[in-house]
């Protein structure tokens, strides 16, 4: 079931300033349908928005081609050489356009060429879409530790050539996704630098389920599978179910005040229909146990820790704060917000994580 996320969109896009969006949030949170949503309205596909937030507002104003780059897939589909799999997805967007590009091994020449000949094809410019714009670097870290500076420079000069673009008026907006944020934000300044809006006010539900989409979207449906299902697990009532799911599932949060629900786990229940085995899924994956060797005491002692001062989100690959790689991958959140915005009280995100540091300070 799809839940109407398409206010924060508008709000993005018409009501700030910016043109370069970040967006960092766990695994199974949405983030590519997030982008997917974003390239149906620069389409104009106004069928697709019917009954949501934007149904009124798709055309409102004619936007350029969309390119999207997928870095998963682009790591994963050669796998030898990062700069060759961005020259290729340019490629694929030149022959969809119907555009001859010039012959050049680096991606940003080509790339230029590209934004260039759309500009003057269609008068327009183009957007850009972004998703798992971390694999290649975490990839690097945990599997080849060679490839890390290599695929770190590569994803750098690719967002430092965004911001030159759009410096320059020749990109109309950039949304990027990951889990976990590498951008090396000391490359960019000014107004139209890359705005991260994983802590922004008012976007703390911009990805997730509120308790309150939660009710009105999933309740009655997991209320309907409970009664006619003859594996209820453990739960003797169907408060005890949601009680459950609201422990195990929910408390995310990066605000200190709005909390949702982890979407990919909630459709897991919903599709699965097994009351059996809800157990979280392990997110605890090779890179946060690399990051957490020998961090016992900080992991034994969160509250003494909880505490952060942060002034921008992105992380250190090269020396990655063990905290801040907790909350990008969910199992910390946002408690409370103190000191004009700048101090961030952690919590344990929930009961499930709890059981997860458990294993992590066991193997740390």
């Known amino acids: 079931?799809?839940?109407?996320?398409?206010?924060?969109?508008?709000?993005?896009?018409?009501?700030?300033?910016?043109?370069?969006?970040?967006?960092?949030?766990?695994?199974?949170?949405?983030?590519?349908?997030?982008?997917?949503?974003?390239?149906?309205?620069?389409?104009?596909?106004?069928?697709?928005?019917?009954?949501?937030?934007?149904?009124?507002?798709?055309?409102?104003?004619?936007?350029?081609?969309?390119?999207?780059?997928?870095?998963?897939?682009?790591?994963?589909?050669?796998?030898?050489?990062?700069?060759?799999?961005?020259?290729?997805?340019?490629?694929?967007?030149?022959?969809?356009?119907?555009?001859?590009?010039?012959n050049n091994k680096n991606f940003i020449e080509v790339f230029s060429d590209l934004i260039l000949k759309i500009r003057k094809n269609y008068k327009m410019n183009a957007s850009i879409l972004i998703d798992n714009s971390d694999f290649p670097i975490i990839e690097a870290y945990t599997k080849d530790n060679s490839f890390l500076s290599l695929n770190l420079g590569i994803i750098n000069k690719f967002y430092s050539f965004l911001y030159d673009l759009n410096s320059t008026n020749q990109i109309e907006y950039v949304f990027s996704v990951s889990t976990f944020n590498c951008i090396d934000y000391s490359l960019f300044s000014g107004e139209k630098s890359f705005i991260d809006i994983s802590l922004l006010k008012g976007m703390s539900s911009v990805?997730?389920?509120?308790?309150?989409?939660?009710?009105?979207?999933?309740?009655?449906?997991?209320?309907?599978?409970?009664?006619?299902?003859?594996?209820?697990?453990?739960?003797?009532?169907?408060?005890?179910?949601?009680?459950?799911?609201?422990?195990?599932?929910?408390?995310?949060?990066?605000?200190?005040?709005?909390?949702?629900?982890?979407?990919?786990q909630i459709s897991e229940i919903i599709n699965n229909n097994n009351f059996e085995n809800l157990k979280c899924q392990d997110i605890l994956n090779k890179f946060i146990y690399q990051i957490?060797?020998?961090?016992?005491?900080?992991?034994?002692?969160?509250?003494?820790?909880?505490?952060?001062?942060?002034?921008?989100?992105?992380?250190?690959?090269?020396?990655?704060?063990?905290?801040?790689?907790l909350l990008q991958a969910g199992i910390l959140s946002v408690g409370n917000i103190i000191y004009n915005n700048k101090i961030f009280d952690l919590r344990i995100t929930n009961r499930s994580f709890e059981d997860d540091l458990k294993i992590l300070i066991e193997n740390s």
């Not at 799911?245 to 949060?253: H, L, M, P, R, W």
């Not at 961090?295 to 063990?322: C, F, R, V």
């Open 1 to 102: 079931m799809y839940v109407d996320k398409t206010k924060y969109i508008l709000k993005l896009i018409f009501d700030t300033n910016y043109r370069l969006f970040h967006l960092s949030r766990p695994p199974r949170f949405g983030k590519s349908l997030f982008l997917d949503t974003i390239e149906t309205f620069f389409n104009g596909d106004d069928k697709i928005f019917k009954n949501t937030y934007a149904q009124n507002k798709v055309n409102y104003r004619k936007f350029g081609p969309v390119l999207k780059f997928d870095f998963k897939n682009l790591y994963k589909a050669i796998g030898s050489s990062l700069n060759y799999n961005i020259i290729s997805t340019v490629n694929f967007y030149a022959s969809k356009f119907k555009i001859k590009l010039i």
């Open 207 to 264: 990805c997730g389920f509120t308790k309150k989409e939660f009710d009105k979207y999933f309740l009655n449906i997991l209320n309907k599978n409970y009664f006619t299902s003859s594996n209820k697990g453990n739960f003797d009532k169907f408060e005890d179910l949601i009680k459950f799911i609201e422990d195990y599932y929910g408390g995310y949060s990066w605000d200190g005040q709005t909390e949702v629900f982890n979407p990919g």
């Open 292 to 325: 957490s060797k020998g961090k016992q005491k900080i992991l034994s002692n969160l509250n003494k820790y909880k505490l952060i001062k942060m002034k921008t989100y992105n992380i250190n690959i090269e020396n990655p704060k063990l905290l801040y790689v």
